[in-house]
């Protein structure tokens, strides 16, 4: 069961919660899956996203990676979520940590996809911790960019009707990195660089 560990609402009403549980049980509008760029889903969250939904997962990834190219930091590819409580799946690459300007990848990822949730006419979202897992990126660093990303998308879209996004983190100590991340966020007034 999830546990909602913080949360902010922003003056337009738009929510952010920090959640402790398993995205893939998530019954929000689209969970996000922190994919490679050729969507191919073999372990980590992309593995379990497919175990719980179904190989429709894979075989849609598939399909869209022959349409489209390979996914792009900034174009999150989508598919529909097979047995998921949810109704779509955006897949999201992140960087690599080494790449090369990674902060502005990871801030890309994020924000794109919260435009293609809002592309889908969605109202609500969860996301994992992007890139933190076997891409490397430190945890420490990579928190106050997703918060700063998600601040920056909704103060440029006060109508938004994306109203709840979830950061879904399932392991104790990545969630304690993005907690005392939020409240260091919180203090220093909602902007790692304020």
Request: aromatic share 8%; proline share 4%.
């Amino acid at each position: 069961m999830s546990e909602t560990r913080a949360e902010i609402t922003f003056p337009s009403g738009q929510r952010l919660e920090i959640v402790q549980g398993d995205i893939t049980v998530e019954t929000v509008d689209a969970i996000v899956n922190a994919a490679n760029a050729q969507l191919v889903h073999g372990g980590g969250i992309a593995g379990a996203i497919v175990r719980r939904g179904g190989e429709i997962i894979q075989t849609e990834s598939d399909r869209w990676v022959a349409e489209h190219g390979p996914v792009e930091h900034a174009s999150p590819a989508w598919t529909g979520a097979g047995r998921l409580a949810c109704k779509y799946v955006i897949h999201a690459v992140g960087p690599y940590w080494g790449q090369g300007d990674e902060d502005a990848r990871l801030h890309a990822a994020v924000t794109g996809s919260l435009r293609r949730a809002e592309d889908l006419g969605l109202k609500s979202i969860a996301l994992p911790a992007i890139s933190t897992g076997i891409f490397s990126f430190p945890r420490q660093r990579a928190a106050p960019i997703f918060f700063d990303a998600i601040r920056a998308y909704l103060d440029e879209r006060p109508s938004s009707q994306l109203n709840l996004i979830r950061l879904v983190i399932i392991d104790e100590s990545t969630l304690n990195i993005f907690l005392d991340q939020f409240e260091i966020w919180l203090i220093s007034g909602g902007s790692s660089h304020g």
